[in-house]
């Protein structure tokens, strides 16, 4: 034990070395949507919005999307058993647009979740050869069709997916959202994905997921997610591993999004999900989360415990601030891309230990069926070691 306390500072440092070089490489490699030349020719787009009590968020949603300079495109919102006023107000918008078309959710099947239901009815209703999800929070610029539909014909994808600008308010969303921006840029090294067709190195972020309707269909669409929590992640690995071609881009000119709306629900909604993007897999999962809270927590703390005289035997100062500067251009590089406030990246250990706790309650609470979404009861997965 002794031994590998003695080397744990400089495994440190180099694993956080090898984050700093994912980063550098994802900041020249993901592109913007507004970096492509514009296409020449502009296939009919499906806008497929799933709204659940969105009545706080579905309008200016849906006017941001009416007023798109694109040819040729329509928007179709599925209103998913709304206990509030979401119905109602997108029936007033219909009225103002014959570009929009309102559905009423069926039923929920047996083993199937919610929002993928609403997805997949939303699907068999578009007319589109170009399928673009996304969510009821987000808000779009005008030229988000015509730029990321240039991008996916001049990267020959079948699917786009974007993160966008994650727009975070109170102090509790500023602390945990952005964790997310850095654990793209700091672990999925996108090039290495692309070059290798690996799946498991890329994510899907379902607030902007640009499918080829073909692609779609020829993965099993929402059928074949029908009861996994993170359906955008799993689209996007069964896309590359039916040899599809997925890009990820950067849409925060075009899009932005409040994820959560304070601190409990920003909770809550990682809570739903962390444990399943390890696919319920139990030792991965624990032995993940446990390297990175030493691997980003143990460095600060080191400063901090030398800075009142208590130093940490094994853990030499030097290591100890140089594998603190290196988290804080880890988190840096991803915050300045992301668009969130720089000086966030002073409180990483705070916000990085907040993620850990909501990690470990993802994994209790799924494991013992607590978890639910917006009214809905999730039945516990079939969790593997």
């Not at 955008?232 to 896309?239: E, K, S, W």
């Not at 599809?244 to 304070?262: F, K, N």
Request: with cysteine; charged share 20%; proline share 6%.
């Amino acid at each position: 034990m002794s031994g590998y306390l003695d080397h744990q500072p400089q495994v440190i440092v180099v694993f956080l070395a090898l984050g700093l070089l994912t980063a550098l490489s994802n900041h020249l490699t993901i592109r913007r949507f507004d970096q492509y030349p514009r296409a020449s020719v502009f296939p009919r787009v499906s806008v497929l919005i799933p709204a659940r009590n969105e009545a706080d968020n579905i309008e200016a949603c849906v006017r941001s999307l009416l007023i798109q300079d694109y040819p040729d495109f329509e928007v179709i919102v599925l209103d998913d058993h709304s206990e509030d006023e979401t119905r109602l107000l997108l029936a007033r918008l219909a009225r103002t647009s014959n570009r929009l078309r309102v559905l009423d959710g069926h039923p929920l099947p047996d083993g199937w979740l919610g929002k993928h239901w609403a997805c997949h009815q939303l699907a068999q209703a578009a007319t589109g050869d170009l399928l673009l999800f996304t969510d009821a929070d987000t808000r779009h610029a005008p030229s988000v069709l015509r730029d990321s539909v240039s991008a996916l014909l001049a990267e020959r994808a079948d699917l786009v997916t974007a993160f966008p600008q994650e727009r975070a308010v109170t102090w509790g969303e500023k602390l945990i959202i952005p964790v997310i921006g850095f654990g793209i840029f700091s672990f999925l090294p996108v090039a290495l994905a692309r070059w290798l067709n690996l799946p498991s190195l890329t994510v899907t972020i379902g607030q902007f997921m640009l499918f080829r309707r073909a692609a779609f269909e020829a993965i099993g669409g929402y059928e074949a997610v029908h009861d996994h929590l993170v359906d955008d992640v799993m689209l996007g690995r069964r896309i590359i591993q039916h040899g599809y071609t997925w890009r990820l881009m950067d849409g925060t000119r075009h899009v932005s999004c409040r994820m959560y709306r304070g601190f409990w629900q920003a909770v809550d909604g990682f809570t739903k999900n962390i444990f399943a993007f390890f696919d319920y897999r139990l030792s991965l999962f624990v032995v993940a989360w446990g390297w990175m809270a030493v691997a980003f927590l143990a460095p600060p703390f080191a400063v901090w415990a030398n800075h009142f005289d208590v130093p940490i035997p094994f853990y030499p100062l030097s290591l100890a601030w140089l594998g603190t500067l290196e988290a804080l251009l880890l988190w840096g590089i991803a915050y300045w891309r992301f668009r969130f406030p720089l000086p966030l990246v002073l409180l990483y250990p705070v916000s990085f230990a907040l993620f850990v706790l909501i990690a470990m309650r993802s994994l209790v609470y799924t494991l013992l069926g607590q978890s639910s979404w917006k009214g809905r009861d999730l039945a516990p997965p079939v969790w593997k070691w």
